[in-house]
């Protein structure tokens, strides 16, 4: 598929600290937003009982995966609704609105009534809350997933990819980890599902706060800023800058850039399962097939999170040495037949030694498959629609990938098919995943301003 390339007048000059800011406000909002999405995955069999209580326990934590699927789904809509603004407006102002809202919708969660005491209000009203959660959250992708990689050399752009997509997802699950564990050890046994919870969602607040006091010292993305200086002077307008200005979402839906965005899905839900169906699935893998301890748990879980961090820097970097179509032909290799053996040896795994080293090559090879995506994404739209073309296909593509754990719950009828059935899953996704590699253009090197 051939991609027009606009060249831009000028790289704008761009400051060591501005360089550092942009880096720490698209990791560490990214990071934060993604620990609001995962508290959720930490007290799955908790919240399953006490807001979609059944007979059957599959049932229950298949709700709980439905609720977090549900608030994918949303975030195609954040994506449109915040893209166009960071588009139009800039990327400053669409993060902070959107990382608070996140952990202020969080924050809420941990107050709201259980079954046993309001009924079927309870599960109405969390669905509710994270339908809201879901669309701020698209909002934050919108524009974490350009201002870094729109600020940061050429030569850094894929590491700074791996480091915001995999590197937040890392840092987003570390956080959760320490906090999993710092309310476990406060609020042990029974007291947890009275109590525990409500903690964890309460520090979504704690996100919010810690964002906004990061974004005061952000700027504005370099290229988004040349891009709007180019429109307001017509004599002088790049075609990138003119007019999917006016309509940053209907550019992206366009004749012009639908095939694109259509290809770009092949390669995110293979990206996104990867990751739901690795790191995203992990904490309950460990608990119903492992039955690990919670202690135990939170530090397999912190070590798995290190090693998503690692994985995902290290592929980012590496495509931009490869470039993006022969990294992404290697992960689809990579990925068909490392999952498959993790999923079978982890669940056969009873020390704990196997049971944590298992875990960490799992989240490795999860976090591995969707590393070069962001900076992919980023080269296939010009600035002037780059928030809005990467948003979206980042998230409609992940919102696919993040329906996996759920439909791969209910597929498996009892949790003990339940490895076996993520084999099958990740072979089928894989599959796809390799198809879109050898589809896709090489794009490594157009990052049109």
Known sequence: MSMQVVTAPSAPAIGRRQMVSAITASVLGWSLDLFDLFVL????????????????????????????AVTLLMRPLGS????????????????????????????VLGLLPTYPQAGVLAPILFLVLRLVQGVFVGGVVASTHTIGTETVGERWRGAMSGLIGGGGAGIGSLIASVIYLIVSQAFPGPAFAVWGWRCMFLTGLLSSLLGLFVFRWLEESPLWLQQAQQRHRPHDRTEAAAAPAVSPVRT???????PTLLVNLMIVIGGGA?????????PTF????????????????????VAAIVSAVLFGYLSEVTGRKKMFIVL???????LPWTYAHLAMATALGAVTWLSVLLAFLGNAAYAPILVFLNERYP????SSGTGLSWNMGFAVGGMMPTFVTLASGQTSNLPHTLAVFAVVLFVLYLIG???VPETKGRFDA
Do not use: H
């Open 41 to 68: 995955l930490y007290v799955a069999p908790v919240v399953g009982t006490l807001f979609f209580p059944s007979n059957n326990a599959v049932l229950s934590l298949a709700a709980v995966y439905a609720s977090f």
């Open 80 to 107: 449109g609704l915040f893209g166009s603004y960071a588009d139009r407006r800039g990327r400053k102002r669409a993060m902070t609105v959107a990382v608070v809202g996140v952990g202020i919708a969080t924050a």
């Open 252 to 258: 992206v839906f366009s004749a012009r850039y639908l």
């Open 274 to 282: 990867a990751y739901y169906l690795t790191s995203g699935i992990l």
């Open 286 to 305: 460990l608990k119903v097939i492992n039955k690990t301890p919670q202690v135990a748990s939170s530090g397999i879980l912190m070590l798995a999170s």
């Open 332 to 338: 689809a290799i990579l990925e068909l037949v490392g």
């Open 383 to 386: 600035t002037a629609i780059r």
């Open 437 to 439: 590699a050898l589809i």
